[in-house]
């Protein structure tokens, strides 16, 4: 990924992002301002997981803490960039309530504790129906904007971002020492790196971006919705995604969220059927292709240089 | 007299609760998988028993078999088409193997949903009680279903216990559980062992999605609550141990249903919740767990 | 630049961009003598769902058999949103800017309706709910019209469903079996918060003395703490509010032989299917439904009934009729406009009045409370209430058309 090539092929992806307003449209548009958004969802776990090794089943935990703070915000008559910050804040606070038993549990254990977050989120939701509109969701006064268009700029120029900062991020040293202490906290601990402050710094930037990416959605729908942010069913594609695309790549979260929806759209002339398919192909595909379609690329790549 | 009522009815729901999830304790324990289709093969069972009773006259008996041998069919497809083909794929590095099982067998299990939302729509069906009719226990009104299922239940974990204790096989299931590498250089083929547990299982998980559909009903809508519900208790009662994992269905159970009775109807699954993330804090590796 | 498959790629995406840029943009308006298309969004793995969307078919394949809409074809394009209210969003935005449908039918979850309601308003779609009940819906049709317009409601709002309870309770259950107790026993979802308010207020003024107030969880799978807790107050009859669940409580009133007869909206139980589903625990249970096989609710109900069977060799849930009355309330709105334009398909439907399957059809208009939702009492559609009887649903209520007395399993207690 660091070849010409794959700065290349990153910036033909851009190229076509930029275009696409003038070829799509309104409801491709619509569909693709979701995936963008999708993706951050997916590269923010890939950090976590792929990283620093945390099997995260409630990224939607931190997705819903966005969402929801910014919509509870804006409803108490604060304007959106302030109500963005306070979303991404009280996500970090929700990444570190994560991060505490990160750093004591392990594995599945966890993976269960984060599960048992996002129900207990639904649960408070749903209690709280009053403030937060219940399973219906709750409708926000401020929308980004009502154009399709400027939709699809603000998430793609969002997406563009935050890819880059992750990216960059886990090319840092704090991938390569995340990726270590993910593999072997011991070895990684006697070597002398503080584990649980960089264990706690991916949590905190997992966090953020997943947190400012639910209230982006907030602002783009106009609700905040159990369904579309808080719903283990989103934690379930946002794995797939990330498996899919290719872990431990960030970029792949991408790949994996576009397929998701975009193929999940293509096939809806087919009717109940096509959640059926869209599963199946991605089963293949972690069966046959372990690395997901952008790790079996890289490793095309390489093997042609 | 409402404490009695607890009692019984909290008897039945554990036990339920219990045989759901020894078997997905048994395979993490020996084979060291998480079936995340869980409650899609349960869903299976209690669909096609109901199916086999009701469409094709096989009687309660016959559709209880039926659904039962359609858990086992499911058990065993799961297993070659899906977790197989990942322990085998040597592109997986072994420390890895654990997720990528778990997002297949999720795949799986969203599959096994919509495929059955299409085959039965998502309409929930309840089987005929085995046995109809009350009977009544001190005075409280009992189905007697309800006792038939706690009965099959403890049977069916007697049976299990029988197994893994005093037959040769569960001697090797249980030196599997301990050290894998050791029972293969002794000459004893893993997927063999694999093999068996898988049919256990399969069996399992068969009985109690039947014993669900004809105590509460089954709908391919349940399959993600039902695994979610399975590894709440089997994490409760740490992973791979057959008695935590009864102790934490009881646990569970209990919970559940004093909550039911004494507080509010909707609050119900909270305390349960609660109880495992205070729990986890106190015990990560659960009641019973060795890590 | 050492690599000339970067210079290739580079090339290749300012090609790619500059087409991009020349590429024809979408057409957006329909064409005036193509077909009309009407879309369907809702959930095809229910028994409720998947009769939304044959019904519609019906309808259509009726009208294209009469010449169509003033000659020009009824096409039906219907999405699975599989329950979820992002789906249904996505797949409602997909009818209205990529298929061009001139209207939408959609749903029977609540939920899903209230988050359609906005996309309708800003898409300008005629959109009917052929049985979300929630009264969210036409209290937003109300309250802000000029934008909500374009929401009708081919059923009843949940108001008027808990008052056609109480108006069933007191001919039969309170006029003919002299009861006098009852408890409500309802899900906990939107739907249900003003069906118990109003049960809570027209109850009694039907003859039912309110005992208990049960709300409960939806995802609730052991019920024997609820009976428990409503046979403590020892009522005569349980009204339900019930559509979430249905197949677990009725099967385990009838195991544990809760002796209270139950009644009231018990929507799954509406559908024929619910006797195999329950494997006949339903015997006795009386529910709020819209259609029953032979009872004729209006000159069209009997002959949409079995234009329904012969194509799809089941009897519908209710559903199948409501939202083929709405198809036939949109093609002959867009008849009489001689147009699909939005407002004056709108200004048509509302002015929409028709022998409908399920009764006279007509919808409240600006001024009422539950505006563009389905009128409802005498003369007007009222639904039916039906009894699980040995297998079949028989038609119990209203009294001028059924004629069948209530008959209940030995378990359940009536007063002497």
Redesign the interface.
Known sequence: MRTPTGYALALVAVAIGLSAPFWLGNYWLGILTVAFYFSVFAMSWDLLFGFAGEVNFGPTFLIGLGAYSAGLMNNAGLGIPLCLVGGALTAIVGGVLLALPALRLRGPYFGLVTLVAVLLLLDAIVIFAGITGGEIGMMVPSVLSVSAVTNYWYALGFLVISAIILFFLSRSSLGLILQATGQDRIEAAALGFNVTKFKLAAFCISALFSGLAGAMVTFYQGTASVDQMVDLSIAVQIIIAVVFGGRRTILGGILGALFLILFQQLLLPLGQLNTFIVSGIALLVIILFPDGVLGYALRLMERRT | MIGLQILIDGFAISSLYGVAAVGFTLMFGVCGVLNLAHGGIMVIAGLIGWWAAVNHSAGPYGGAVIGILAGLIASYVTYFAVVRPLQKSRAIPPEEQEIFILTGTLLWGIMIQVGLDYLFTNNPVTMQALIPGVMHIFGVRTPRNEGLIAVVCWAAIGALYLLVNKTPVGKQLLAASINPRGLTLLGFELSHIYLIVWTVYGLLAGLAGVLLATFFGVSSANAGSLTASAFTIVILGGLGSVPGSLIAAYVVGYAETITAYLIAPTLRPIPALLILVIALYIRPQGILGRR | MH?P??HR??L???V??CL??L??Q?ALAQRDNGPIKIGVVSE????VG?AIAKGAELAAANINAHGGINGRKLEII???D?????EA???F??L???DHVSAIITTFI??VA??IE?WAA?LHIPTLTPAAASNLISKQVHDRYSQYKYMFEGWFPSPILAQSVCDSSRDTLVKELHLSTAAIVSE???WTKPLDATYEKCLPKAGLKVVDF????P????F???F??IEGKNPNVMIMGIAH????PT??WY???VPIAMAGINA?AS?N?FW??????TEGVITQTGSAPGVALSPTTLAVQKAYVDKYHNFPAFTGFTAYDGTMAFAEAMKRANSTDPDKVVAEMEKTKFEGSVGHYEFYGRTDEFTHALKYGPGYATGIFVQWQNGKQVCVWPTDKCTNKLEFPSFVKLPQ
């Open positions: 690599h498959f970067t790629l580079l290749l995406a300012s790619a961009a991009a840029w590429g024809p979408p095809f793995a229910a028994v998947e219907a999405y699975d599989h329950s979820s209210a992002a969003v996505r797949d935005q997909r209205a800017e990529q609540s939920e209230l988050a906005p800003r906990d979802a939107d049960v709300n409960f969880n995802d609730t799978t052991d024997t703490p609820i428990n807790h669940v249905g197949v677990q099967a385990q195991s544990q032989r799954q559908n299917t195999k589903d329950t494997n006949g625990a």
